[in-house]
């Protein structure tokens, strides 16, 4: 039986409108109209919304982990990545079904019904396992998820210079470090994975879960596997997902390896695509700005996670003002640890808006639309109709409470029209989500999981955690320090902004 969904404000575009009701029937949006026709033309129809609700397209976290709880609560503070990543193996392992399912369902109460997933493997020889469990727990959850399996197959230990870093190690700390990371899963090991996953759980059908090609990061993997990895996904229409220029060591990384930048060597081997999404893409440089809106190439916004890490704010107001399609990602890292998607979009907005007045202007629309259409176009693909509330769009939404979010407007005809946007995005956090639907069906009434209680899945995910007394911050991250700190960018001419 087909239900209309209603408001007093519905999100088209980025723009708020009114009087925008919508059908579902099935798992998609089969018509929209004023309520009042919509009444009219389907009399025995169901009704859910009312003046009180804000309808949204539903949002998608275009770049994520799915750790279930953020590293700093496991025990690794914020810091440099490059000093970061070194504790990741040390953090207490989650089974990957709860923490996929945990995640899941934190996204869904943040109004998320599709989520990137970058797996970061408990270890490499458990990777063939660990997806399938992941897939398994964000299935449940009833969240969609494009999958991300990672591959890494260089620069392990440091992006260049391995030699020269090894030597200013003390002796045993080299003989540690010498062999630390290795990675025990081969390139043929990876694609035979990446066909079995595709053949039992790419859905081309309903959309719930994609499989993707991951080579993790540009550092970390050389032109062949990179190559390998785009030929792979264009061959059965899906897409890659790699981090790129996270920090601005990997953008002197490119200078030292090819005398030219990330991006120029990316488009020099053939790797750049509309089926390509990067994510952080902190440090680009300006005129490659312009190849990567020429190639249709999708960017993943992290802001959370660049200010926590350190690694500095992407230029997403000259990105998206030169065609880039940007899309909002958490990636496990947002600024008050909570997995609140609309905070992020604010903080992206509020940071995007850069100083001076030659800066380009990021309004509140063009944000809404990165984490809605844009970010689903990056994550899924263009051809899926998600992120909109169109007649043949799947039926994801979210009603927002309306009442919340307006709670200080007055009088009664305030605001204007055209700053309804900008107040949506500047009030709005994760408790004022109601409900959501994924693909037609119901997850979240009042907040709540339909079938599932979040907290009993966090209790039984803290009751299995077991946790290592964290040592000082380690000799090694102090030499590492010492290592990058000589790579000044200063020194390379190219490299101002
Ligand atoms: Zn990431």
């Not at 026709?37 to 859910?48: D, F, I, K, S, T």
């Not at 945990?102 to 019904?113: D, N």
Request: hydrophobic share 45%; aromatic share 8%; proline share 4%.
């Amino acid at each position: 039986m087909p239900t209309i969904i209603h408001a007093r404000y519905t999100l088209r575009e980025g723009v708020l409108v009114e009087d925008l009701a919508i059908v579902v029937d099935g798992d998609a949006i089969i018509d929209a109209g004023t309520l009042s026709e919509l009444v009219a033309r389907y009399p025995g129809a169901g009704r859910v919304g009312g003046d009180d609700y804000i309808l949204v397209p539903a949002f998608t976290n275009a770049h994520d982990h799915g750790r279930a709880v953020g590293t700093l609560a496991l025990g690794v503070p914020d810091n440099f990545l490059e000093l970061w990543l070194g504790h990741l193996a040390r953090l207490p392992s989650i089974p990957p079904y709860l923490a996929a399912l945990y995640s899941g369902l934190q996204l869904l109460g943040s109004g998320v019904t599709a989520v990137a997933h970058s797996h970061n493997p408990g270890s490499w020889s458990a990777l063939t396992d660990e997806i399938p469990q992941a897939l398994r727990g964000y299935a449940e959850a009833g969240i969609r998820v494009a999958m991300h399996p990672p591959i890494v197959d260089q620069n392990h230990l440091v992006y260049a210079e391995r030699e020269h870093f090894l030597d200013m190690l003390p002796p045993d700390l080299r003989r540690r470090a010498s062999d630390a990371n290795a990675v025990d899963f081969s390139a043929d090991d990876y694609f035979a994975l990446l066909d079995d996953l595709y053949d039992n759980f790419h859905d081309n059908e309903r959309h719930r879960a994609h499989i993707q090609a991951s080579p993790a990061g540009g550092q970390w993997c050389g032109d062949e596997l990179i190559i390998r990895a785009c030929e792979w996904a264009r061959a059965r229409r899906t897409r890659v997902q790699m981090h790129m220029l996270e920090t601005r060591y990997q953008r002197i990384y490119a200078r030292k390896t090819w005398g030219a930048s990330f991006i120029r060597h990316l488009e020099d081997i053939g790797a750049l695509g509309d089926w390509l999404t990067l994510a952080h893409v902190v440090w680009v440089e300006d005129e490659d700005i312009e190849v990567l809106a020429e190639r249709g190439v999708g960017v993943a916004h992290n802001i959370s996670s660049n200010l926590r890490l350190r690694s500095g704010v992407a230029p997403i107001a000259k990105m998206a003002a030169a065609g880039v399609p940007v899309g909002i990602g958490l990636d496990g890292q947002t600024l008050d640890d909570d997995q609140d998607f609309l905070r992020e979009m604010r903080l992206a907005w509020t940071i995007g808006n850069q100083s001076g007045m030659a800066a380009a202007d990021l309004d509140a629309e063009t944000v809404l639309r990165m984490g809605t259409d844009v970010a689903a176009d990056i994550t899924f693909g263009a051809d899926v109709p998600l992120g909109v509330l169109e007649v043949g769009g799947l039926a994801d939404l979210a009603l927002l409470d309306s009442e919340a979010i307006r709670r200080r407007w007055a009088p009664a005809s305030y605001p204007p029209r055209e700053l309804l946007s900008a107040l949506l995005l500047r009030r709005s956090q994760r408790e004022h989500v109601r409900h959501v639907m994924v693909g037609g069906d119901w997850v979240l009434r009042d907040g709540e999981h339909l079938n599932i209680d979040a907290r009993d899945i966090e209790r039984e995910i803290w009751e299995r955690l077991t946790f290592e007394a964290r040592s000082q911050p380690s000799r090694l991250e102090a030499c590492l320090r010492k290592f990058y700190r000589s790579w000044n960018d200063g020194d390379l001419p190219m490299l101002r902004r």
